[in-house]
């Protein structure tokens, strides 16, 4: 096998220990079956419950309130100290997005307030610990089965972000069956229509969708080409085939252009969506329990210790 040859080379010329079929690495917990390969961060969900003293917290079915929208300044600040909390809190749940694409939005609206915390942000932070304690194993399960096809869900919220009116981009990339990308983060620049903020997290999306091709390709893995990229807005699809650009989309040409020449290269075909099918919601606005839980079961998330934690 190629592998035992590698180990063999490694061990010769840097002398290493093999220990065998990984089973943790740096907090990130493996577990194998013919099914599949699941990843989770259960001891490090159960480490930030303790340490936050939340071990014993009730359960919450949404790592944010719908209704929830975090500005700065609203609240009353926190304390050095509390701050000081607040900041390693939000940090090792960044770190915790790892294998937790369902709390990417709130972590990516947390980290926002990094400087100047209020209380209102430490609720909203807390909000996610008991979230995370109703399903402190749940993590992203790769199938041995499915195709070699990368398809891609992007959406924006249009001047999402209260304080600067930049819109929030999301996307997640899947091959054949398993969740390899995912995306929450505010727009470097405001956008003056919803097409425009549509038009840039599809740009967005299709770097990434470029960047995942040239690894595969450098593996040498086949894949089934074009990529299948999802998008609800029919004004962004309609630009993307329109040959012409006007004065209403200048601003936004070397966008059209990198989404248009990639699909004209056979990288990426843009396929419409139903807005109450668009998987991307879940990276940029926080939404209702139902809606919540009807996403995260389609992006491939499971927790195998379900039994072990009360079903939860």
């Known amino acids: 096998m190629a592998i035992n040859r590698i180990t063999i080379f490694l061990d010769q010329t840097f002398k290493i220990k093999d220990l065998g079929i990984l089973k943790i690495f740096l907090g990130i917990e493996v577990a194998r079956s013919q099914q599949g390969i699941h990843l989770c961060q259960r001891k490090y969900v159960l480490d930030i419950l303790f340490d936050s003293g939340m071990l014993a917290c009730r359960l919450a079915s949404t790592p944010m309130d719908s209704s929830t929208h975090l500005q700065a300044g609203i609240g ?125 997290a599809l740009a967005t999306t299709t770097c990434e969708l470029q960047w995942l091709t040239y690894l595969l390709q450098d593996f040498r893995i086949p894949f089934t080409q074009p990529a299948n990229l999802f998008c609800d807005n029919q ?36 396929l419409p969506v139903r807005s109450s099918m668009q998987l991307a919601d879940i990276f940029t606005k926080p939404l209702s329990p139902t809606q919540f839980k009807t996403l995260i079961s389609k992006l491939g998330m499971i927790n195998i210790y379900s039994q072990l934690e009360g079903g939860s």
């Not at 390693?88 to 709390?103: A, E, F, H, K, M």
């Open 235 to 270: 004004s962004a699809i309609q630009i993307s085939s329109n040959q012409v650009f006007h004065k209403r989309t200048k601003h936004i040409e070397l966008d059209c252009y990198i989404v248009r020449e990639k699909s004209l290269n056979g990288l990426l075909k843009l």
């Open 76 to 200: 009353d600040p926190l304390s050095a100290e509390d701050s000081s909390s607040y900041r390693r809190l939000v940090g090792r749940l960044i770190y915790l997005t790892n294998t937790r694409p369902d709390i990417s939005y709130a972590v990516q609206q947390l980290s926002q307030f990094m400087a100047n915390p209020t209380t209102d942000h430490s609720k909203a932070a807390s909000r996610v610990l008991h979230y995370l304690k109703s399903s402190p194993g749940c993590g992203i399960f790769f199938p041995t089965t499915g195709s070699t096809r990368l398809q891609a869900f992007s959406d924006s919220d249009w001047a999402g972000c209260r304080d600067t009116r930049r819109s929030i981009t999301g996307f997640f990339i899947f091959l054949g069956n398993s969740l390899i990308s995912w995306h929450s983060k505010k727009q470097s620049t405001v956008s003056r229509s919803s097409s425009e903020a549509e038009y840039r």
